[in-house]
């Protein structure tokens, strides 16, 4: 049996949708642009998958309840339908936390991608750990506020088994809602940090870390959220009650798969440009493609061409080794002058351009140049000067 959806159960319903709609579009184009236009799925992909996964689970529970009396009040409800709509709204909690979980985890991962300072990567191990221990600790701690969990429902049909007091929920969720929203922040903050050294102008350095700190916007939800976390223990209109709570609950979710996804799809973007006729691109990108190649698990890639900027993402960062060749040209070469200089550079990420000793801020490395004697360089030939050069990276 379903009851007429009144009251505040249309804007429960609405939101769920919108939410549900938006994070799956989104995720789809996610995993397309992972999959298929950077080609290097990663964990933080199947992390993200797996929160929207939950979600799905969570609006769908969500909905349903609507459908049995969440968002109007018990009094105008038959006697037999509160228990069904507690029970949906019990099973929501507890795939929303799961969500949570994963999507953090997946932001994680996602940064410490592009993280090179080890002081950046001990603050992101901090900030995911502490909160996923919690989560779980609150996950535990809502499954069995009541026992057995059905009590939670049944209680109101003659059920037996017996609950904790509402309060300890309310102090619990007040600390979930202060711990997430100081990791959103934490998470949303360092992006800045992590691309300041990057080889990108400032303009794209300011895009680049909007764009990953979009994850901050879901603690708006949040902070919403918090003055309404009260209303769950509220035993006699609980349905009606916790309407707030629910509906930011979703928001926060939510905008949380959405930002994260979004903050991926710039190879997407740009590759779509490109092959736009009508925007003077190329149909085919060709060797031009500036993105990871097949098999690469990695986030960040940026170089510079024409001074346009390119932004993807990638794993070896911080890792440049390479060796430079130093061919002299020019007639004059027999006289000891030197009339043009050609440097390539090689290494094992491929080319990255010229070679300084700081590598913009990504490494510091040592070079020692050493000349060969006379009658080597005779053997090369007129016009070629052999240098090695031994690099050593500096961590």
Not at 56 to 69: A, D, E, K, L, P
Not at 86 to 115: D, H, T
Not at 300 to 320: H, M, P, T, Y
Request: with cysteine; charged share 15%; net charge positive.
């Amino acid at each position: 049996m379903t009851v007429p959806v009144a009251g505040r159960g249309p804007q429960v319903a609405g939101v769920a949708g919108l939410f549900l709609a938006l994070s799956t579009i989104t995720i789809m184009l996610r995993c397309y642009c992972r999959a298929f236009v950077v080609k290097s799925f990663g964990l933080d992909d199947w992390s993200a998958l797996v929160a929207w996964v939950f979600f799905v689970f969570f609006c769908t529970f969500c909905i349903t309840g609507v459908h049995h009396g969440t968002g109007q009040h018990s009094s105008l409800l038959p006697q037999e339908e509160i228990p069904v709509g507690l029970k949906w709204w019990w099973a929501c909690e507890p795939v929303y936390v799961l969500s949570n979980m994963a999507l953090k985890f997946s932001i994680g991962v996602m940064l410490l991608r592009i993280s090179v300072s080890k002081t950046h990567k001990i603050i992101i191990w901090t900030t995911v750990t502490i909160l996923e221990v919690y989560s779980l600790a609150y996950f535990l701690l809502f499954v069995m506020q009541c026992l057995p969990s059905s009590y939670f429902w049944t209680r109101y049909t003659g059920g037996t088994g017996n609950c904790i007091d509402p309060t300890i929920t309310v102090d619990a969720t007040y600390a979930y809602s202060a711990i997430s929203c100081a990791a959103d922040w934490t998470l949303g903050l360092l992006p800045i940090s992590l691309v300041w050294n990057l080889q990108m102008n400032p303009r794209t350095k300011l895009s680049v870390a909007a764009i990953l700190a979009l994850g901050a916007i879901a603690s708006t939800a949040t902070i919403v959220r918090i003055p309404y976390v009260k209303d769950l223990s509220n035993q006699e209109d609980f349905l009606y009650a916790t309407t707030d709570v629910a509906i930011w609950s979703t928001c926060e979710t939510g905008i949380g798969i959405a930002a994260s996804s979004i903050a991926t799809l710039r190879p997407l973007f740009r590759t779509f440009l490109s092959r736009s006729r009508l925007l003077g691109g190329s149909s085919s990108l060709g060797a031009s493609n500036p993105w990871p190649p097949s098999g690469n698990p990695g986030y960040v890639r940026s170089r510079s061409k024409s001074e346009a900027e390119e932004f993807g993402l990638r794993s070896d960062i911080g890792k440049n080794r390479g060796v430079t060749t130093l061919v002299e040209t020019g007639s004059d070469m027999e006289r000891g002058e030197r009339k043009g200089v050609k440097r390539s550079i090689s290494g094992r990420s491929g080319s990255v351009g010229p070679l300084t000793s700081t590598q913009h801020g990504w490494s510091d490395s040592q070079s020692k140049l050493t000349e060969v004697s006379s009658e080597d360089v005779q053997s090369w030939g007129p016009g070629i000067r052999k240098t090695t050069v031994s690099t050593q990276n500096v961590r």
